[in-house]
Structure formats: structure tokens, C-alpha cells
């Protein structure tokens, strides 16, 4: 690679000793991050994590000659990404650590540590009452697992598993829905029937395959993403794109009722699922991602499809005095409690080379969460989020950072949850959709759970997830109600 880049006509004589400089640094951070990969003992884990960081930022932020054309840009631009590409994932997670950790002295606003709650943990296998997070077929990957609460009751598709499970807040399992014939026979639940016996712990047999994106209604119903087999796919050639789940929908003891496709009961395919919410009246709403943009398919809660909402990418809302920048959706969510969905775009500011004025980069401007009116499909209003900034010294200078913090969930009255992966866990920001009542937080991971986690915020401002190490999947959650409602 080195050889080839070196013989390109972009590396002229002024660019060739700044090429083979980075790929020295490339080849120590490669050196660094397997040798993190195998060490125990924690204060040398923190001396090579810093020194990660500190290379990775060197070769994001190096000062490029004068002389450079944006071929050669891009070139000096690709060598952190050629290592991050060529990383097995533990080695990603890693990296991305170690490129915190060179900002862990930043300059940072004060923030309330909101108190984490444990509730239970769950063992990693294939029985009833454990989360079969990893594959058992050798590749050592992780698989989906999702989450949804609703009333102290944890809600868990296992995808890999294919199964899903109710737990209360204690870790008791109070009934599963499982496929027979890839799960065994569970030990301690019992099928429920209508003989009028008691039982308090059941089980139903569903034919799972993976089930995916979970929510939870007012009446304790339960709706999943679920993959059709292959030879069920459709391909829609006009919108390019593949169409390869449905919606299963069971009810409060976990018993089948339907399955929701494209135009209602027994409709056809979804594209990909981003997101599954449900909203007013018991409403649900399956937000999917196309190639030009968004599609979310509302239904009623008899499972009758009412609406249709289409988001183009050509035709992303953007303040009309603004000029010279790119926009792009980062998400969208359901409103809990109103026919409104949210679209969190983010915005981008072009930089041109002054003395070609040939655009060479970008850097963030904005973000902007437009409030979308269902009823009349019409963007209503919109509310400016905040950067999460920070400031760092290094070689003499102070540098600031502005980037772009994610959506996490919308609760009740407009309140929304925003955060932002940190050293330690997650900066989070509260605001309400008419911008007002910001207020920032800090939710802390313990070492070894950023292998996986999973987040549901509950409409009324409680925040759940599930955190896994190579063990265990502990249930844990924050009371941010309070948080969420000041």
C-alpha cells in the first residue's frame, strides 16, 4: 500500500516525507491497539489507550502542506480509515476508546451524574432464562438483542435466540414466546390454557426466526420486527431496495393475534426497520429506511394502516436564509403521545480552500429536530439542538470541538433525550420540543460494557438498557423521570 500511494502522481516531493511520517504513526497504533487487545492490568490498558489517542488525533488533525490538491487530500484524509477497516471489532471498540481517551482532560461543563439502578443479570446461553447474545456457530459475533419497558416489566426480543421474554423488575421470568424447534422445552414455565387454572409463569410456541425491533402498548401488547425466510423477499425494483420483514403482534399473555405488513393486516413486506414505536390511542408506527429517504407506516390499534408518511433526502427542511451546506436525517421518531413524529437533521457546513475555493471538508453546523404533523403530514415547528463541545491543549494550542449528539427517545409533553458516547459512558441532554429546559446529564458504563448495549426511554422519562460483558446481560435503568420532567 505505502508503495503503491508513493508512486501515485500525488506524491510529489513535498508530500512524500508527510506520507511516509503517517505511515510510521499508522504502523505504531496498529502496534498499540493489539497489544491493548491482550493487556490485563489496568494502569498500562490507560497508558496505551492514551497513546492511541493521541496518534489517532495526530493523523485526523495533521497540518497538511500548502501545495495539496484534494486528490492528495483524500489521500492523507484515507489512512486513518485504511487501519479502522483493517480492525477486527474488538480492535474498532478499542480505537474508538482510545480516541476519547486523549480528550479525557477537556474542558467540559458541569453535569449532574444521574444515579444508575442494577436490577438483574442474565446468563449468555440458549435456556429460558438466559440472553443468547452470541452466535454458537463460531463466529463470535454479537447478535440483536432489543429492549422495550413498559410499567417495571422488561420486555426482550433475542434475536439469536429466537425467542422473547417478560421480566419484572426483580429478574423473574413471567412468560416467553419461544420457537420450539431451535429452543428447548422451558424447565419452569408452563403452556397457559383456558381451562381456568392459575398460572402465574407461562409459555407459548411461535415460530420465530429473529426477531428484531420490540414495542409495548398501553394495554401490554407486544409488537416485534420479525425477518421473513429468504425465499419469502421481495424486491422493489422502482424504490431499489430489498423488503424482508413483517410486524408480529401478540397480545398481553403473549398469545398471536396478526402480523402488519405494507397496508395493513397481512400486507406485504417492510423494508429495513429502523425504529418501532408506539404512540396515542395505542397507535404504532414503523419507521424504515430507503434508499432516497424515510418511509414510516402508521396503524391503528386494530392493525389498519392510516397513514403512509414519505421523508425525500432530495427534500430535507432546512431554514431558508441558510446557504452553502449539506443535510442529512439522522433519525426519526414517534411521539408517545401525539400524531407527531420527530426528524432529527443534521447540517453540515462546506469548507472551501481559499486559494482554489475547491471544497476540501466539512464541519458541523447544526442540528435541527423538525416536529412533523401526521394528520396533515406538515412540519409544524422546529427546535435547535445544542453541539456537545469541548476543548483541548495539545503541542501548545487549544483546540474546539463541536460535534453532533444522537437521539435516544422522545418521552411524554415533548421531552427529548439526547446523548453523546463519552470516557465512562454517555453525555445526555434534555431539552422539550420548543427548546427550552436544557439540562445535561452523565450516565456511567462500567469497563467492559460498551461491548453491547441496548436503550429504551420510556414515555414517562425512565431510561432502560441492557448491558453486556462476555458473560453476563445485566438489566439496569435510570430514574430520569425527574430528569426528564425539570
Given amino acids: 500500500m505505502l508503495a503503491t500511494i508513493l508512486k501515485s502522481p500525488q506524491a510529489t516531493a513535498a508530500t512524500v516525507a508527510t506520507i511516509i511520517e503517517a505511515f510510521a504513526k499508522l504502523r505504531e497504533l496498529s502496534y498499540t491497539i493489539a497489544k491493548l487487545a491482550d493487556v490485563k492490568e489496568k494502569p498500562e490498558q490507560q497508558t496505551l489507550m492514551r497513546r492511541s489517542g493521541e496518534i489517532f488525533s495526530e493523523l485526523t488533525a495533521a497540518d497538511l502542506p500548502v501545495s495539496v490538491t484534494e486528490t492528495s487530500f483524500e489521500i492523507y484524509s484515507l489512512f486513518p480509515f485504511l487501519l479502522y477497516n483493517a480492525c477486527s471489532m474488538k480492535q474498532k471498540t478499542l480505537l474508538f476508546l482510545a480516541a476519547l481517551a486523549v480528550f479525557a482532560a477537556c474542558d467540559r461543563p458541569v453535569v449532574d451524574s444521574i444515579q444508575r439502578e442494577d436490577l438483574f443479570s442474565l446468563d ?167 434508499p432516497q429517504g424515510w418511509n414510516i407506516y402508521w396503524y391503528n390499534s386494530q392493525g389498519e394502516q392510516l397513514f403512509l408518511i414519505q421523508i425525500n433526502n432530495n427534500a430535507i427542511p432546512a431554514p431558508p436564509d441558510w446557504r452553502d451546506f449539506i443535510a442529512s436525517i439522522d433519525s426519526v421518531i414517534a411521539a408517545p403521545d401525539a400524531r407527531k413524529l420527530y426528524v432529527k437533521v443534521d447540517y453540515y457546513r462546506k469548507i472551501f480552500d481559499k486559494s482554489t475555493n475547491m471544497h476540501e471538508s466539512t464541519e458541523p453546523l447544526s442540528t435541527l429536530i423538525w416536529i412533523l404533523n401526521v394528520d396533515n403530514g406538515k412540519y409544524e415547528s422546529h427546535v435547535e439542538a445544542p453541539l456537545y463541545e469541548y476543548s ?48 445535561r446529564g452523565f450516565i456511567k458504563l462500567e469497563p467492559g460494557e460498551a461491548r453491547f448495549n441496548s436503550f429504551h426511554l420510556s414515555p414517562e422519562g425512565i431510561l432502560s438498557a441492557l448491558l453486556a460483558d462476555e458473560w453476563k446481560v445485566r438489566a439496569v435503568w435510570w430514574r430520569m423521570d425527574r430528569f426528564m420532567a425539570d
Avoid at 383456558?194 to 426477531?211: I, K
Avoid at 444522537?406 to 422539550?432: C, K, Q, T, W
Wanted: hydrophobic letters at 35%; one cysteine or more; glycine letters at 12%.
Fill in 124 to 290: 449468555i446461553g440458549p435456556m429460558e432464562d438466559q440472553i443468547a447474545l452470541y452466535s454458537f456457530d463460531g463466529d463470535g459475533g454479537i447478535r440483536q438483542a432489543e429492549l422495550a419497558m413498559k410499567d417495571g416489566l422488561f420486555y426482550i426480543s433475542d434475536s439469536n435466540g429466537g425467542k422473547i421474554v417478560r421480566y419484572n423488575s426483580y429478574g423473574d421470568l413471567l412468560f416467553l414466546i419461544y420457537n420450539d424447534e431451535t429452543n428447548p422445552e422451558p424447565a419452569n414455565l408452563k403452556p397457559k390454557t383456558d381451562n381456568g387454572a392459575l398460572v402465574t409463569r407461562w409459555a407459548f410456541t411461535y415460530p420465530l426466526r429473529s426477531p428484531g425491533k420490540i414495542a409495548v402498548d398501553s394495554r401490554k401488547h407486544i409488537y416485534t420486527e420479525e425477518q421473513l425466510p429468504r425465499e419469502r423477499y421481495v424486491f422493489d425494483v422502482k424504490n431499489r431496495v430489498q423488503q424482508d420483514s413483517i410486524i408480529l403482534h401478540f397480545d398481553e399473555d403473549g398469545r398471536f393475534i396478526e402480523y402488519l405488513g405494507q397496508g395493513g393486516q397481512g400486507g406485504g413486506p417492510f423494508p429495513r426497520i429502523a425504529g418501532l414505536y408506539t404512540s396515542v390511542h395505542d397507535e404504532i408506527a414503523a419507521v424504515c429506511l430507503m
Fill in 392 to 439: 483541548y491543549s495539545e503541542n501548545g494550542r487549544t483546540a474546539n470541538v463541536r460535534l453532533l449528539y444522537s437521539m435516544l427517545g422522545l418521552a411524554h409533553n415533548g421531552g427529548i433525550l439526547l446523548y453523546f458516547p463519552v470516557e465512562n459512558g454517555y453525555a445526555v441532554l434534555r431539552m422539550d420540543s420548543g427548546g427550552h429546559g436544557q439540562r
